[in-house]
């Protein structure tokens, strides 16, 4: 028998592996790309910080996917029928309803974005001296629960850290350190366990249905709650689809209510899951809902719209029930892959297996001559904008905080991320970012570090500002011209 209309089944008379794309584009923006002395200066300016960059002078805008990803048509139409009121709207009815048919829990409450939730969660339920386990920590999740005087401690497996591997789940958690955890702390300390789909620091890698049901087993013998981040879901159902045996012939929507039956809480950035930009809480706990509720009016708004405009509620109503399709989720990975690939040709050093959110380049690897107290990751993504006009995002030290003491903490990883929007970028724009980032891997040794000229105490990555430690970005920009004469 034939199932139908799954992208998976189309297969190409040449054997190629080609991510074929199920949507058309239908509006489209008109992109710029700089040459090289102007990218010089603009980077300069950025203090070679890309979230610094004005989009102007960017050409492939791979920072992130958050709230980038292109909306479908029937998102747009959704948006204008939406119905705005201070309380009770319809549109927050349609939303709530959406949610609970794809989680199943009985109460949501909506937010600004993703971090907004985290501010909730943390305020409600973190206390001084407690200890949050999870598979791995995203960077304005640890801030909350550090600011409320929690701390993180990541229970990853050793693979997680593992640039190349073959385990498809590197984001799973690691039981017998959990379980040390818990006895190490007690339960009571521990307000809850988090898991991360998609996990976002290590390379967008996912976490199998059997490690959190595992997980759930553990914390119901423990009365320990589980905080699922589901912000990078999309990604981690393709996954689980297609790398776990027992899912195969399940459907994205049977997966997704079967994770959301072993959480008690989840919570999103509709930035990233529905393609719009919001975020909100689900839980079917109602002690735990009526707290947080207390919150949202002081944080985000009333509780029917929680800081997001209706028009944005719509388009996430439909963007979510829209990712409940596998021809919809697996575009982003099946991408990422192919970009992995092309990378993995010139011997660049990716993380490997590819995951979801973006293609992941090992800096550690690429500028080994580059010392982590010189921000390598840093380095190497104002090159590769330098080189190309993409801008990528640090995720390595430069991401973490000091210590107390004012001492530099070492990121367990140092990862270039170029992340790829779901159906906004086109193959040959792929190809153009892999041919440039492949000349740039050649030519590393030109490479330099970077030092901070301005440095915020907090989540110092989205406005430091830093120099380079000498005039590498010339005479990179010198190789450029010898070698791609007045090419772009
Ligand atoms: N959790 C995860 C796993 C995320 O990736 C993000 C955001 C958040 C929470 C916070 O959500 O931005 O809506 O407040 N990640 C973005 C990124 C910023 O670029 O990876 P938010």
């Given at each position: 028998m034939v199932a139908n209309g799954s992208q998976n089944q189309i297969k190409f008379y040449s054997e190629e592996d080609v991510p074929l794309e199920m949507h058309k584009v239908r509006i489209v923006q008109k992109l710029n790309l700089p040459p090289i002395e102007k990218r010089l200066e603009a980077i300069i300016e950025a203090g070679n910080n890309t979230f610094l960059l004005n989009n102007r002078d960017v050409f492939l805008d791979m920072l992130t996917d958050s709230g980038v990803n292109a909306m479908s048509d029937r998102q747009q139409a959704a948006m204008m029928m939406a119905d705005d009121s201070y309380a009770g709207s319809e549109t927050f009815t349609r939303l709530e309803k959406t949610l609970n048919g794809i989680f199943g829990k009985e109460f949501f409450l909506p937010t600004h974005q993703g971090r907004a939730c985290e501010n909730i969660i943390s305020v409600t339920m973190v206390e001084e001296g407690s200890v949050v386990p999870m598979n791995y920590h995203f960077t304005t999740t640890k801030a909350h629960i550090v600011a409320n005087g929690g701390k993180v401690e990541e229970v990853y497996i050793d693979e997680a850290l593992n640039i190349e591997s073959s385990h498809p789940f590197k984001g799973n958690m690691d039981l017998e350190k959990l379980k040390n955890l818990i006895k190490e702390h007690g339960s009571e300390n521990i307000p809850f366990v988090r898991i991360e789909a998609g996990t976002n620091l290590i390379g967008g890698q996912p976490v199998s249905l059997s490690n959190m049901r595992e997980v759930r087993e553990l914390c119901n013998q423990e009365n320990i709650k589980i905080v699922f981040d589901a912000s990078l879901l999309a990604d981690n159902l393709y996954f689980i689809k297609t790398r776990e045996e027992k899912c195969r012939d399940m459907s994205i929507a049977e997966i997704t209510q079967e994770i959301a039956d072993l959480m008690d809480i989840i919570y999103f950035s509709a930035r990233k899951l529905g393609n719009a930009r919001g975020g909100g809480i689900c839980t079917s706990d109602r002690d735990i809902f009526l707290k947080m509720r207390e919150l949202l009016p002081l944080y985000e708004g009333f509780s029917t719209y929680g800081g997001m405009s209706v028009r944005e509620m719509e388009a996430i109503a439909v963007g979510l029930e829209e990712t409940m399709d596998e021809n919809m989720v697996n575009q982003g990975p099946q991408f990422i892959k192919f970009m992995a690939e092309e990378l993995k040709k010139n011997d660049v050093p990716v993380v490997t297996p590819p995951g979801g959110l973006g293609c992941h380049i090992d800096a550690m690897q690429f500028v080994?001559?580059?010392?982590q107290t010189e921000y390598p990751a840093g380095a190497l993504v104002a090159a590769v904008y330098l080189i190309s006009g993409v801008r990528g995002m640090e995720r390595g030290t430069m991401s973490e905080q000091r210590d107390e003491d004012g001492n530099e903490t070492l990121s367990n990883m140092e990862l270039l991320r170029l992340a790829l929007p779901r159906r906004v970028f086109t193959l040959s724009q792929v190809k153009y970012a892999a041919d440039r980032i492949s000349w740039l891997y050649k030519n590393r040794k030109l490479i330099g570090g970077l030092e901070f000229t301005e440095e915020p105490e907090v989540l110092r990555f989205f406005f430091g500002k830093l120099k380079t430690t000498s005039n590498w970005q010339q005479k990179l920009v010198g190789k450029f011209r010898e070698d791609f004469g007045d090419s772009l």
């Open positions: 080994d001559h580059i010392p």
